[in-house]
């Protein structure tokens, strides 16, 4: 975890869809498709959530919403606020601190978790760590980047950090 910090600059809030919880969630596609008695929106075509300086990019985005109690008389309940958020190929997750890629990603809001997998690679400046699933617990800034891969000469998480240089800082060519 510390390599991950250090590299990522993982705040307590750095990897939550934006450091600014608050702010509103502005979704773009191609196309929408909207499931009513599920509380699902399907995002479609360069999908892209913004919320304040953080980009959520994918081939396809779907938001869950969180369904209310049933009204008297056997009506459907109405959806609430926002549950969580996957996305779906081609996953970008872009703040003003780092660059995630993989292909793709869960945003639990209750967990208050992000989960990107498939061949990530985050980035901070110079410094890169890969690896399949990177989780991120955005309440503490926590994160874990795995693999399933055990042992020398495999495909473990790695990582390239240069230690001397400020994250925004490029690295010296030799």
Do not use: H
């Amino acid at each position: 975890m510390t390599a991950f910090a250090i590299a990522l600059g993982a705040g307590p809030a750095a990897a939550q869809l934006s450091q600014s919880s608050d702010a509103p969630v502005d979704i773009t596609a191609d196309a929408l498709e909207v499931v009513n008695n599920q509380c699902l929106s399907i995002w479609s075509g360069s999908a892209e959530a913004l919320q304040d300086r953080t980009r959520l990019r994918a081939d396809v985005i779907k938001t869950f919403s969180k369904q209310q109690a049933a009204r008297p008389g056997g009506a459907s309940g109405a959806c609430g606020a926002l549950d969580r958020m996957e996305a779906i190929g081609n996953v970008y997750y872009v703040t003003p601190q780092q660059r995630v890629r993989g292909d793709n990603a869960n945003y639990d809001v209750t967990a208050e978790r992000i989960v990107i997998t498939g061949d990530v690679v985050a980035v901070s400046g110079p410094n890169v760590i890969r690896g399949d699933r990177l989780v991120v617990n955005v309440a503490t800034g926590d994160a874990q980047m795995q693999s399933g891969a055990k042992g020398p000469g495999k495909a473990r998480p790695r990582a390239v950090i240069y230690p001397n240089q400020q994250a925004a800082q490029p690295a010296a060519r030799r």
